[in-house]
């Protein structure tokens, strides 16, 4: 099994930045066949929604959705487990609880973790 827990989040205004963090634990077996992270997004009454990812086995490969693209940048520090996210220029229309997420070889389920809340004041 594989726990994630997050940090980062909170208030910003218009235009502002925050930085999430999210850090992978458990048995080592579980931690060496995760091969992917990253963020996935929920506004109330929206559905969930990718905002980033970066695979971790095959050279850091990232993904963004198109609302992000130039504003956010994801990162992973591979020795310690993390995938970071770094969102500039946040709008209101960021405002979401944001959840990482963890991709393994040996499940189809990705993990998840708790939800981090973003709020961006207008």
């Known amino acids: 099994q594989v726990q994630l827990v997050e940090s980062g989040g909170g208030l910003v205004q218009a235009g502002g930045s925050l930085r999430l963090s999210c850090a992978a634990s458990?048995?080592?077996?579980?931690?060496?066949?995760?091969?992917?992270m990253g963020w996935y997004r929920q506004a109330p009454g929206k559905q969930r929604e990718l905002v980033a990812d970066i695979t971790i086995t095959s050279g850091g490969i990232t993904n963004y959705a198109d609302s992000v693209k130039g504003r956010f940048t994801i990162s992973r520090d591979n020795a310690k487990k993390t995938v970071n996210l770094k969102m500039d220029s946040l709008k209101p229309e960021d405002t979401a609880v944001y959840y990482c997420y963890a991709g393994s070889r040996i499940r189809a389920d990705a993990y998840w973790g708790q939800g981090t809340q973003v709020t961006v004041s207008s």
């Open positions: 458990g048995s080592i077996f579980s931690i060496n066949a995760i091969n992917a």
